[in-house]
């Protein structure tokens, strides 16, 4: 069966510098979520979206943004890296449920950033 | 949002049950009450959930106290591959509604 989709895997980055994480959802799923786990930490939500809309929002600092288009991939932008942003980086992504269920999320293999 | 506590660790030998447990003395009516578990340097990976009945699927069972202020994950024979962190977490049955994972509890299988 098809799993999240995330590129990359790897990422290693200067700090001050910029980065773009891309999410690609199991099809049929609206519903994207970021999660950041740092090392030796729980993953802590930053950011989720709905229809292409923002759904929910976590600890995300202002320097991060992120969006769904329309083929409901999503991309997380990370922008003046700092060392502490070093971590694994998950999406998860959630289908249309009934409103008598709740949303199962499916996670993807993370990415790992590195900032130096 | 309604708070779980796990044990921080626990240990199985190979091919004996396991009974993980998670109190939500906290949870409210709509909480859905799901189980995900990650292996070192991997994504979290759904087990189970449920909201009142008692739930098997072929990966482990649920077993949800008559109040629902606790549960137990119980996976029947664990195997090495079940060595993980579990979480138990409660989400609220709407769309696009964000997970809070706790510390979890680190379960350790002894061949």
């Known amino acids: 069966a098809a799993g999240v989709i995330q590129s990359p895997r790897h990422l290693i980055k200067e700090k001050r510098e910029t980065a773009t994480l891309k999410c690609y959802p199991i099809?049929?799923?609206?519903?994207v979520y970021w999660y950041q786990q740092g090392p030796g930490q729980d993953p802590q939500f930053l950011i989720s979206?709905?229809?292409?809309?923002?759904?929910d929002k976590g600890s995300i600092p202002d320097r991060f943004s992120a969006q769904q288009f329309s083929d409901y991939h999503s991309e997380l932008n990370m922008s003046s890296l700092e060392l502490g942003d070093s971590a694994l980086y998950f999406c998860?992504?959630?289908?249309?449920?009934?409103?008598?269920?709740?949303?199962?999320?499916?996670f993807g293999p993370g990415t790992r950033l590195t900032v130096l | 949002d309604a708070k779980t506590t796990q044990p921080n660790s626990m240990e199985s030998n190979e091919e004996e049950p396991v009974h993980l447990p998670c109190n939500h003395s906290t949870i409210s009516g709509t909480d859905y009450i799901h189980w995900y578990r990650q292996l070192p340097s991997q994504g979290p990976e759904y087990v189970i959930h449920?909201?009142?009945s008692n739930v098997n699927n072929r990966m482990a069972s649920l077993a949800i106290a008559e109040d629902r202020k606790s549960s137990t994950l119980i996976l029947h024979r664990a195997t090495l591959r079940d060595a993980a962190v579990y979480y138990c977490?409660?989400?609220?049955?709407?769309?696009?509604?964000?997970?809070?994972f706790g510390p979890g509890t680190r379960l350790s299988v002894l061949p």
């Open positions: 449920g909201l009142t």
């Open positions: 977490i409660l989400s609220r049955d709407n769309y696009g509604q964000n997970f809070v």
């Open positions: 998860a992504s959630s289908p249309l449920t009934s409103p008598s269920d709740t949303d199962t999320q499916y």
């Open positions: 979206f709905y229809e292409k809309m923002q759904s």
């Open positions: 099809p049929r799923h609206d519903t």
